[in-house]
């Protein structure tokens, strides 16, 4: 079956400081990979999203992220975050086969001021 | 609509009561998805409709919870018999036919069962 997986649960980071959020997925075939992000007490929101082409895709509010095939990855990163980044992130694929996302477990990310 | 509203958006039952849940899609948004989202499991897939008809049931826990769509739009997720493992954010999204566009969530419905 497929998965994703988030290795980081709770990250903690100081404004400024960079981040990369780790994801990985199982599945061998075509894939679309998204990233969405939940602000405390907000819905959701899409951050960006891969289907093909350039596999380093930027989004909004400055994260990018790479997808890497032969890792099975697509990790999230910006270069410097700041206070409002503090959020719940989530990453997600969708299989060629099925219309449906699935999400890996979250990521929650407090940036202290 | 401009978005996907979700009713009620908190809802406190009592164990071994059914409840209901309401989900309005975006106007035009043909596919519509059931999700459930607990503390520290991330959001776990219920259920998906194209149209009216769900190729995709396959998330849904037990024989219990139950989900329909009618006239393309509208869907309402009925939880049986609720019990407290049932407390949950129950979120749902719609997408067009173009898996291009990704999701759009609603708010969710917060339900407690005491």
């Known amino acids: 079956a497929q998965s994703v997986s988030q290795h980081n649960h709770h990250v903690i980071l100081s404004e400024a400081a960079s981040l990369e959020l780790g994801c990985n997925y199982s599945?061998?075939?075509?894939?679309?990979l998204f990233w969405y992000v939940q602000y405390p007490g907000q819905h959701l929101q899409l951050l960006l999203k891969?289907?093909?082409?350039?596999?380093l895709v930027k989004g909004i509010k400055g994260f990018e992220a790479e997808f890497i095939k032969s890792k099975f990855s697509f990790n999230l990163r910006k270069p410097s975050v700041q206070w409002s980044d503090t959020a719940e992130y989530f990453c997600?694929?969708?299989?060629?086969?099925?219309?449906?996302?699935?999400f890996g477990t979250g990521t929650l990310l407090a940036v202290q001021p | 609509g401009a978005g996907v509203s979700q009713s009620p958006s908190n809802k406190v039952t009592e164990k071994g009561k059914d409840v209901e849940l309401r989900c309005d899609p975006i106007?035009?948004?043909?596919?519509l998805y059931w999700y459930r989202q607990s503390l520290g499991q991330g959001l776990e897939f219920l259920i998906y409709?194209?149209?009216?008809?769900?190729?995709?049931k396959s998330g849904l826990p037990s024989d219990r919870f139950s989900a329909e769509r009618t006239g393309g739009s509208v869907s309402t997720l009925t939880i049986q018999r609720t019990q407290q493992e049932d407390s949950a954010v129950y979120l749902c999204?719609?997408?067009?036919?173009?898996?291009?566009?990704?999701?759009?969530f609603g708010s969710g419905t917060r339900l407690t069962v005491v």
């Open positions: 999204a719609s997408s067009s036919d173009s898996s291009h566009y990704g999701y759009t």
């Open positions: 599945y061998g075939g075509t894939v679309n």
């Open positions: 891969y289907f093909s082409g350039d596999p």
């Open positions: 997600a694929v969708r299989s060629g086969a099925t219309n449906k996302l699935i």
């Open positions: 106007s035009g948004h043909t596919a």
């Open positions: 409709f194209q149209g009216n008809s769900a190729p995709d």
